[in-house]
């Protein structure tokens, strides 16, 4: 079973400044693939950032990045110069391939707050 | 290019009645899944269709089913409805082959009373 871990339950950072949020996952499927989606209070979840698990590069997007590091199987995502905007529930996401279905996982999603 | 639509946005119904989810994918995407989120459960996967056909379903008691047309258009319904199904109801859409982009709408909040 796929399993993705979110360890922080809230974060806070400066305006203009960066932050890491943290995910790890468990799966046993040799190709797979990592999302990041922003939830605003309005409650739609926003595209981020993906990662195939064949990628050789970490994903970049803006001012999000991916650090993917495949043997300790995480996938935290960096977020540059942050913005009042970026306030919001963050959630890390997987999904499997190769079973002709998709279908995501997710984690329980990290709250950030920027400061002004 | 317009992004998923569902409707309702919101919806109040009580105890015991049905309802019916309504979710328009991105023109041209073949995939649609619904997930669950609620507080305690976090956000769970319910189904997944694609060209009509589900392809696959998450743990979720048989009150909970859906469909999908021709035009990708999905609708999700459940029945018998429980306090404990009040959730945000959210789409997502996928080209569904090869691809694992996924874009979810803005959700149907529904409080069952």
């Known amino acids: 079973a796929q399993k993705i871990t979110q360890t922080q339950p809230g974060m806070f950072v400066q305006e203009k400044e960066a932050v890491t949020l943290d995910c790890t996952y468990d799966?046993?499927?040799?190709?797979?693939?990592l999302f990041w989606y922003k939830q605003p209070s309005s409650g739609e979840m926003i595209f981020l950032i993906y990662q195939g698990s064949y990628d050789q590069q970490n994903a970049t997007e803006g001012r999000y990045s991916l650090n993917f590091q495949k043997a300790r199987k995480s996938a935290n995502l960096v977020i540059s110069a942050s913005q009042l905007g970026d306030s919001a529930m963050y959630f890390c996401a997987m999904m499997r391939s190769g079973a002709g279905s998709y279908q995501l996982t997710f984690g329980k999603g990290t709250k950030l707050s920027v400061i002004p | 290019k317009a992004g998923v639509t569902q409707t309702p946005r919101y919806l109040i119904k009580t105890r015991g009645q049905q309802v019916t989810l309504s979710c328009s994918p991105i023109?041209?995407?073949?995939?649609v899944s619904w997930y669950q989120q609620t507080p305690g459960q976090g956000l769970q996967f319910l189904f997944e269709y694609f060209s009509e056909t589900q392809r696959n379903k998450g743990n979720f008691p048989g009150r909970f089913s859906g469909r999908q047309f021709s035009n990708s258009r999905s609708e999700m319904n459940v029945s018998t409805l429980e306090l404990g199904d009040s959730a945000l109801y959210l789409c997502?859409?996928?080209?569904?082959?090869?691809?694992?982009?996924?874009?979810f709408g803005p959700g149907t909040r529904l409080t069952v009373t």
């Open positions: 799966t046993s499927d040799p190709s797979y693939g």
């Open positions: 997502a859409s996928g080209w569904g082959l090869e691809s694992y982009e996924q874009y």
């Open positions: 023109s041209g995407h073949r995939s």
